[in-house]
């Protein structure tokens, strides 16, 4: 028996502090929470990586947790639209669409002892979280943040997966601006965070975009680079706001990013062992040999830019 949708209504946004408790672990119970903007790929990168983790014999769970959703390539194990669906919502109340969704959302924060009973018979699997792709969610208002943190206390190792196309690069305000969008999201979820560069594949088949892709990946974005190319490209009188953005990027130094191309097995690999790394997954499991790449592996993303291998950087990135 839960609260109508449209009656009774709480809301969550205000008086929030978020709990200091600390909590235990076990092994077992593991999630992905996908984020990032809309159309960066989030439900496709959910279900490439079911079938990815499938074929190599882990049992993966996959929960939409997008109102909004209209189809999928994957059969969602749970489904939030059994909870609330923001068409009939948006319909009742008269609200627009980012309006019902951002209710929709909030109504299951009010409700999230149904997402606990959804996912009582899953606690020993791994679940991939696709989620909405309205930014405000990660970055204004703290409704993601009380799901990670809910997640947390039912004893899920949660990492925020976060997806920034990689067309992006092509413009480097667009570049800085979603970067900024991370971060915002980093801090106000409080959780371990991955950073992708979603739809690589695509980009690479542009002229010169192997070399300019290289500038955003490993430890840390060329954000000299990039503050002298907006410099160029904006006029004098933003100058030092261009240098006030790049340098708070630079100033935290948290922000970089993986290259993902869903069609590449290496890839997707790289990416779940940083994820796996973050929420300590199969700690006494070593890493394959295959997974750290060689000189002769050409299907390593690494060998694709032109530059060292990606996956022995990340895998030790994410160790020291």
């Not at 959302?105 to 309205?134: A, H, M, R, T």
Request: net charge negative.
């Amino acid at each position: 028996n839960h609260q109508s949708p449209i009656t009774n209504h709480q809301s969550p946004i205000t008086n929030h502090q978020p709990p200091t408790q600390k909590h235990h672990i076990p092994m077992g119970k593991h999630a992905q929470l996908v984020i990032g903007p809309a159309g960066v790929g989030k439900s496709t990168y959910c279900n490439a990586m079911k079938m990815h983790c499938e074929e190599r014999g882990r049992t993966v769970h996959v929960v939409n947790l997008d109102p909004a959703a209209e189809t999928f390539a994957y059969t969602p194990t749970v489904d939030v639209r059994e909870l609330v669906h923001a068409r009939e919502v948006g319909s009742e109340l008269k609200l627009g669409p980012n309006g019902a969704l951002l209710y929709c959302v909030e109504f299951l924060v009010n409700n999230l002892e149904w997402l606990e009973e959804k996912l009582g018979d899953y606690s020993d699997d791994y679940l991939i979280f696709d989620c909405p792709g309205q930014v405000e969610l990660y970055t204004h208002v703290p409704l993601m943040a009380r799901l990670g943190e809910a997640l947390q206390r039912w004893d899920y190792a949660v990492c925020a997966v976060y997806l920034l196309d990689s067309h992006f690069v092509l413009e480097p305000a667009k570049f800085v601006s979603g970067s900024l969008s991370c971060l915002s999201a980093m801090l106000r979820l409080g959780l371990p965070h991955v950073s992708l560069l979603s739809k690589v594949d695509l980009l690479l088949r542009q002229p010169g975009a192997k070399k300019l892709l290289k500038r955003y990946l490993y430890q840390e974005p060329d954000l000299e680079y990039m503050l002298a190319t907006l410099d160029q490209r904006t006029d004098r009188r933003f100058g030092r706001l261009n240098s006030a953005v790049c340098g708070l990027l630079l100033d935290y130094r948290m922000v970089s990013y993986l290259p993902l191309d869903l069609s590449s097995p290496d890839s997707l690999s790289i990416a779940l062992s940083h994820i796996d790394n973050a929420v300590q997954y199969g700690d006494d499991v070593e890493v394959s040999d295959s997974l750290l790449g060689g000189d002769d592996d050409q299907d390593n993303l690494g060998a694709l830019l032109g530059g060292p291998p990606i996956a022995a950087a990340a895998v030790s990135a994410s160790h020291s």
